[in-house]
């Protein structure tokens, strides 16, 4: 089965600060989606990533996933406090029938911590 | 678009009893799937149901089953309730699986006492 093991676990920063959040899989990904959580509370879409060297920005957060396609890092640049959660990577994986369907399988998360 | 909606938001139940958890996705979306998260072991992939049909389950056992109806509502059931089910039950809904972008709904925390 697939697994996904994100870097580093947590991560403390002072506002304004660029930062770096990585997620390596076991197998090629077909699809890797980037989420934030604020604890208890639902996931946010933030970025999903389907080809080898793509590469997705969304205001102060870029995305790449690399030409080999087994990882994938999120950048955030001059972090601010609402930058502040967890950050998740769920990735899909192609089972024996060829398609995963609907499932994603995710990483342990990265907690975010943003000081004013 | 309105976004992914799931009832109730917050659920206390006794060991033994069962329990039915409600998602409705985002309008035009057929696919949804459920996860169960919990501080021990994650987030981890419960099923996902496309078109009323099961396409695919995760590894859990037979007390956990869901089903979805003719307009894209799910339902997710869990029956003979353990101190262990006690987490955060989330829905995701897509157009049509995971190679199209796939949005979380609130949650449903259980607990189970």
């Known amino acids: 089965s697939q697994e996904l093991e994100q870097s580093p676990q947590s991560l403390i920063v002072q506002e304004g600060k660029n930062l770096t959040i990585n997620c390596t899989s076991s197998?090629?990904?077909?699809?890797l989606y980037w989420y934030k959580q604020k604890y208890g509370e639902g996931l946010i879409f933030l970025m999903m990533?389907?080809?080898?060297?793509e590469e997705k920005s969304h205001e102060k957060i870029t995305a790449k996933l690399d030409e080999k396609k087994q990882q994938s890092s999120l950048h955030i640049t001059a972090s601010q406090p609402s930058h502040a959660g967890i950050y998740l990577c769920g990735a899909a994986s192609a089972n024996a029938g060829g398609t995963s369907y609907g499932k994603l399988t995710f990483g342990q998360g990265t907690i975010l911590t943003v000081h004013p | 678009k309105a976004g992914v909606t799931q009832t109730p938001r917050y659920l206390i139940k006794t060991r033994g009893q069962q329990v039915t958890l409600s998602c409705s996705p985002i309008s035009g979306h057929r696919s949804v799937s459920w996860y169960q998260q919990t501080p021990g072991q994650g987030l981890q992939f419960l099923f996902e149901y496309f078109s009323e049909t099961q396409r695919n389950k995760g590894n859990f056992p037979g007390r956990f089953s869901g089903r979805q109806f003719s307009n894209s509502r799910s339902e997710m059931n869990v029956s003979t309730l353990e101190l262990g089910d006690s987490a955060l039950y989330l829905c995701?809904?897509?157009?049509?699986?995971?190679?199209?972008?796939?949005?979380f709904g609130p949650g449903t925390r259980l607990t189970v006492t």
């Open positions: 990533l389907q080809k080898g060297g």
């Open positions: 995701a809904s897509s157009s049509r699986g995971v190679s199209y972008e796939q949005y």
């Open positions: 197998k090629t990904l077909y699809g």
